[in-house]
């Protein structure tokens, strides 16, 4: 009876809850112990491995026999097998299997004699690439596309009896090793075409088919760096900033970088091709700039930062590569300095800066022809600026929107005939401006004056202009707006207006320049656009409205006078899937009142955007112009339709290797005609024209 009541009890509730409490216990016990071991990696004190690298994994304490063993998995793959026992933990033998490249993670488990995997940790193992490197990625990549393959009708380009083949070759790689890292980029181009070729309108025929677009080689190191190619360097407003050419440029951060210093060799101007690969082959079409800055609050560095910067540059009179200039040779060498400042918060930003140049425009017996002409001076004169940002209002309101007030002040001055060879800028202007720019949610306002004057030194025998200019704009999107207080808004547009006021005049007749007052400039423009904008789901509406005032104030000129409307609706959506429509109208009407005469056109248009297929597409554009003016003397029209059909594939085998392509027709025909009053209609133009393409992107 004893034995049958025992049996009972363990059958019972109260005893299936004692067991399981037991082995709960047991579970949480043997958790405690799994977590208090340590796993580590031994590499002997290496962070990056090569393939063929031993080292071992030290657990601790060890695990005994009656716990189960250990088991590792190298990202998804179980190297158990490839680990033998040591005194310490548990060895790698890399002769069996060479380690996977790059970064990747081996998790370490405790195989239970019930078959429970239990993780033990993960540890990262960075394994070196070829040569040595701890990353090595390239980006390869070649695009070829070839234009009328199929081209017939009576716009068909002169010299397209060729096909037009355009290739463009780009790489972009990466090196890292012990940190130091090495990134090199190249872009090549090529077109079958002479007229097509990247230098034909410096070179003419003679322009290389396949030449060097831009490369650069970066080799860094922490905050220093050495860049060979394609540059773009300088901060200092008027002395160099943002010059772009080819060239070498050194950055150096000395003094546990606080103070850095850097050098640059560049091009006197932006060049391409193989045959000046350091851009600085021709020794007067050279810049050479640095800057030294320090920064001088060590704790957050930019606080308070001050920058020197030299120049010593010289240009020739070289034409671009891609478009023809006359220009002269010019020479300039000079110094500036830089102040910027900032509170933690940003709430309050100031950049300064001051700067002479010393500019010399040497004789340039290309231009001069042989004839005399008067020698021109060196000139050494200073520019300067200054700009205040002010956050007077940064919060939040209690429902999440965020307010901000700014106030923004500049002040720039360049003295008469300053020049830079590496700033292109107005010499002889002030000009000062404030900007007040307001945000509350999502409706944005801003507002703005502006100062400006020339003739600085007060020449009587030069014209002395002076610039008023007033403009404001603001974004008020109602359905934000009532959104934001519960109110339905579907239906509300968005409303954007802007202002622009200018009057510019000139403060006095000028002596002995044979000025009279009828051409001394005051004029006063006025314009102001205005928007509305609805969206309802898949579904777009706008109206455009526009006026334009020029008013002449000289005498005698006083009804020289030109005022222009503008309107304009858009209606745009998606009726299906894949399907876009857009459908535009627009209307212009000019008076000009010393003539009498207004000009009226009409603007109408249609496009439509159709995805076929994942890999078919279609698309066109419609559009026809109507012109004539009042009283009628001339009119015209003109109309053209644009529709083109692609097929895009891809067979590339991985996300980087293989190849994919466009191919596709294109239809275009135009057709316009004008109508006059003293000689009637007038001879019209039509063309039409079919052309093909296929364009490749390999790698």
Not at 54 to 78: K, S
Not at 309 to 338: H, K, M, Y
Not at 467 to 494: C, E, H, K, Q, Y
């Amino acid at each position: 009876m004893a034995r049958s009541g025992q049996s009972a009890d363990r059958r019972s509730p109260a005893g299936a809850i004692s067991k399981a409490a037991s082995c709960l216990l047991l579970a949480l016990t043997a958790e405690v112990a799994f977590a208090q071991r340590a796993v580590r990696l031994d590499t002997a004190g290496r962070e990056w491995v090569p393939r063929n690298a031993a080292f071992e994994v030290v657990i601790t304490p060890p695990i005994l026999a009656e716990e189960g063993r250990p088991a590792f998995l190298l990202g998804a793959t179980d190297i158990t097998d490839l680990f033998r026992r040591t005194v310490l933990g548990y060895a790698y033998r890399p002769e069996l299997m060479r380690l996977p490249l790059g970064e990747i993670q081996l998790a370490v488990y405790l195989v239970t004699p019930g078959g429970d995997w239990l993780e033990l940790g993960r540890l990262p193992l960075k394994v070196l690439r070829a040569g040595g490197f701890e990353t090595a990625t390239a980006t390869p990549r070649l695009d070829v596309t070839a234009d009328d393959l199929l081209s017939t009708g009576s716009a068909r380009p002169q010299g397209s009896a060729r096909e037009r083949v355009n290739l463009q070759v780009d790489f972009q790689g990466a090196l890292a090793r012990s940190g130091w890292s090495l990134e090199p980029r190249f872009n090549v181009v090529g077109a079958s075409l002479d007229s097509n070729a990247l230098r034909f309108a410096q070179l003419g025929e003679d322009a290389p088919q396949v030449d060097l677009s831009s490369y650069s080689l970066a080799l860094r190191r922490g905050g220093g760096s050495l860049q060979l190619g394609q540059q773009v360097y300088g901060e200092q407003r008027h002395l160099i900033r943002s010059f772009s050419g080819r060239g070498l440029q050194l950055r150096v951060p000395l003094v546990t970088r606080l103070l850095d210093v850097s050098i640059a060799a560049m091009s006197g101007s932006q060049i391409v091709g193989w045959d000046n690969p350091t851009g600085l082959g021709t020794q007067d079409h050279r810049i050479l700039t640095g800057v030294v800055g320090l920064d001088l609050v060590p704790a957050r560095p930019g606080a308070l930062r001050l920058e020197g910067s030299f120049l010593d540059g010289s240009i020739l009179p070289l034409a671009g590569f891609n478009q023809g200039a006359v220009t002269d040779a010019e020479e300039s060498r000079g110094w500036g300095v830089r102040l910027l400042a900032s509170t933690a918060s940003q709430r309050v930003r100031f950049e300064g800066g001051w700067a002479r140049s010393r500019f010399t425009n040497p004789p340039d017996p290309s231009l001069s022809q042989g004839e005399a002409v008067v020698k021109v001076e060196p000139e050494t004169r200073d520019a300067r600026y200054l700009d205040l940002s002010l956050g007077l209002v940064q919060r939040q309101t209690k429902k999440g929107r965020s307010v901000n007030l700014s106030l923004a002040l500049r002040h720039a001055r360049v003295e008469p005939q300053y020049r830079s060879v590496t700033a292109p800028l107005q010499a002889d202007r002030q000009e000062d401006s404030a900007e007040l720019a307001a945000l509350l949610g999502s409706v944005t306002a801003q507002a703005s004056y502006t100062l400006a004057e020339d003739n600085l030194d007060r020449i009587p025998s030069i014209l002395t202009t002076r610039t008023r200019r007033a403009a404001g704009n603001l974004s008020l999107p109602l359905r934000d707006v009532f959104a934001a207080t519960g109110g339905g808004a579907i239906w509300l547009p968005s409303i954007s207006y802007t202002l622009d006021r200018t009057h510019q005049f000139g403060t006095a007749v000028p002596d002995n320049g044979d000025f009279t007052a009828p051409f001394v400039p005051d004029q006063v423009s006025l314009n102001q656009t205005g928007s509305f904008d609805w969206n309802a789901g898949r579904f777009r509406a706008g109206l455009r409205l526009g006026l334009s005032d020029q008013d002449n104030r000289q005498p005698e000129r006083e009804r020289a006078d030109l005022r222009v409307f503008t309107s304009g609706v858009s209606l745009a959506g998606s009726p299906a899937t894949g399907l876009d429509l857009g459908l535009e109208a627009a209307r212009e009407q000019s008076e000009n009142l010393e003539f009498e005469q207004e000009t009226e056109t009409l603007r109408y248009g249609l496009n439509i955007t159709w995805q076929v297929s994942k890999a078919v597409s279609f698309s066109s554009l419609l559009s026809w112009t109507e012109s004539e003016d009042h009283p009628f003397t001339r009119a015209s029209e003109a109309w053209n339709a644009d529709a083109q059909i692609a097929w895009r594939f891809d067979l590339r085998k991985t996300e980087r290797h293989g190849f994919g392509g466009r191919l596709f027709a294109r239809y275009v025909v135009q057709d316009a005609n004008s109508r006059d009053s003293f000689t009637g209609v007038l001879p019209g133009a039509r063309s039409w024209r079919v052309s093909s393409g296929l364009s490749l992107s390999l790698f």
